[in-house]
């Protein structure tokens, strides 16, 4: 079995071929005759909007929902990737610290004058 490694390039391809999502939840407001009335909710620059949704379109709105979630792993995948490339270059470029060496001679109190 072969494993690839993604690179953080590939997940930006990924995400851009993402063309439409939505953010927020679908659900079930009854049954009716002719099915399930669904309501679409979600928060918009910090209010709560909810939305009444055809039978017809819930198919659609649940792969837009299921597409932003898809968005958000491969963004958290990205930032890990990222953070950890940059935690292995800025470890690599570190020094140790090292102590000053040990003098022979006792250091001498500054005079005060």
């Known amino acids: 079995m072969t494993t690839t ?4 390039e590939a997940l930006l391809q990924q995400i851009a071929a993402i063309e439409q999502m939505e953010r927020g939840t679908l659900c079930v407001l009854r049954h009716g005759p ?3 009335y669904f309501n679409f909710q979600t ?20 792969a837009n929902i299921a597409a ?3 968005f958000k792993a491969l963004v958290d995948e ?3 990737l990222v953070s950890e490339r940059s935690r292995q270059e800025r470890l690599a470029g570190a020094k140790k610290k090292r ?6 001679s006792p250091r001498k109190p500054k005079s005060r004058n």
């Open 5 to 8: 490694k993604t690179t953080p």
């Open 34 to 36: 002719h099915g399930p």
């Open 43 to 62: 928060r918009e620059q910090g209010r709560h909007h909810s939305q009444y949704v055809p039978s017809e379109q819930e198919p659609i709105l649940r």
């Open 68 to 70: 932003y979630e898809q």
């Open 78 to 80: 990205y930032v890990r």
């Open 99 to 104: 102590r000053p060496p040990n003098s022979s």
